[in-house]
């Protein structure tokens, strides 16, 4: 068995796990891990149990879950899943954990997302194309998001692969469009960047500072 001992955690990958579909056989049983961001990428199992940052990092989610969330419920335009599900495209040789996705109840209908059921209750892993898929980047994570999941993600035909970098003074945030020759990040007037998936809708990412003195983020809608 493979073993990995980060922050003090560790995670045994068995031995029979040397491909995607027999890591995805491991997700569906009761060996894996009921914690960490355990996924597949590139042929390896790819391993982070580093900590969350709460600023840089959850309180990024946190908006996009709130905004992106409501106005998928609001607008019946499908579903927005939080931080935490497993996505898996076989096409692409992908199993990931993005920070937040979204799937159409066109795509569902038409069958390019599928849910998979887990071997003892519910339903434990996607399958198939998102609509929208969002990585907010963390100090462990630069290469795999900015590179890794960036092909990874194109390979799988995802239409918009929305990136944040909240760590520094300068505020980033991309919405990615998929063209046959590799994402190309959409234009940004004012800040504001429209996307395609979500109906005649721009955003666009503040920071401002909270009465305690602390980031405060606001994503707005028009």
Same mark, same amino acid.
């Given at each position: 068995?493979?073993?990995?001992?980060?922050? =003090?955690?560790?995670?045994?990958?068995?031995?029979?796990?040397?491909?995607?579909?027999?890591?995805?056989?491991?997700?569906?049983? =009761?060996?894996?891990?009921?914690?960490?961001r355990?996924?597949?990428?590139?042929?390896?199992?790819?391993?982070?149990?580093?900590?969350?940052?709460?600023?840089?990092h959850?309180?990024?989610?946190?908006?996009?879950?709130?905004?992106?969330g409501?106005?998928? +419920?609001?607008?019946? *335009?499908?579903?927005?899943?939080?931080?935490?599900? *497993?996505?898996?495209?076989?096409?692409?040789?992908?199993?990931?954990?993005?920070?937040?996705?979204?799937?159409?109840?066109?795509?569902?209908?038409?069958?390019?997302?599928?849910?998979?059921?887990?071997?003892?209750?519910?339903?434990?892993?996607?399958?198939?194309?998102?609509?929208?898929?969002?990585?907010?980047?963390?100090?462990?994570?630069?290469?795999?998001?900015?590179?890794? *999941?960036?092909?990874?993600?194109?390979?799988?035909?995802?239409?918009?692969?929305?990136l944040?970098?909240?760590?520094?003074? +300068? *505020?980033?945030? =991309?919405?990615?469009?998929?063209?046959?020759?590799?994402?190309?990040?959409?234009?940004?007037?004012?800040?504001?960047?429209?996307?395609?998936?979500?109906?005649?809708?721009?955003?666009?990412?503040?920071?401002?500072?909270?009465?305690?003195?602390?980031?405060?983020?606001?994503?707005?809608?028009?």
């Amino acid at each position: 068995m493979n073993t990995f001992v980060l922050y =003090d955690q560790t995670v045994v990958v068995p031995d029979w796990v040397r491909s995607h579909t027999s890591f995805r056989k491991w997700v569906r049983s =009761d060996q894996f891990p009921e914690t960490g961001r355990i996924c597949y990428l590139n042929g390896e199992v790819w391993v982070d149990m580093s900590q969350e940052q709460f600023f840089s990092h959850n309180q990024v989610k946190s908006e996009f879950n709130l905004v992106l969330g409501g106005l998928a +419920k609001h607008n019946s *335009l499908g579903r927005y899943i939080p931080d935490g599900m *497993l996505i898996s495209n076989p096409r692409a040789g992908l199993t990931a954990q993005p920070d937040g996705s979204f799937v159409s109840h066109r795509t569902l209908r038409a069958g390019r997302v599928r849910l998979i059921e887990g071997v003892s209750e519910g339903f434990l892993e996607l399958e198939g194309t998102p609509d929208t898929v969002l990585e907010v980047i963390s100090s462990s994570s630069v290469t795999k998001d900015t590179e890794t *999941l960036m092909e990874l993600y194109w390979k799988a035909g995802i239409p918009e692969y929305w990136l944040v970098d909240a760590r520094s003074e +300068k *505020l980033q945030f =991309d919405i990615y469009q998929y063209t046959p020759d590799g994402y190309v990040p959409t234009r940004k007037p004012g800040g504001w960047v429209r996307s395609k998936v979500f109906p005649k809708t721009s955003f666009r990412l503040t920071r401002r500072t909270d009465e305690l003195g602390n980031p405060d983020y606001s994503l707005s809608t028009r």
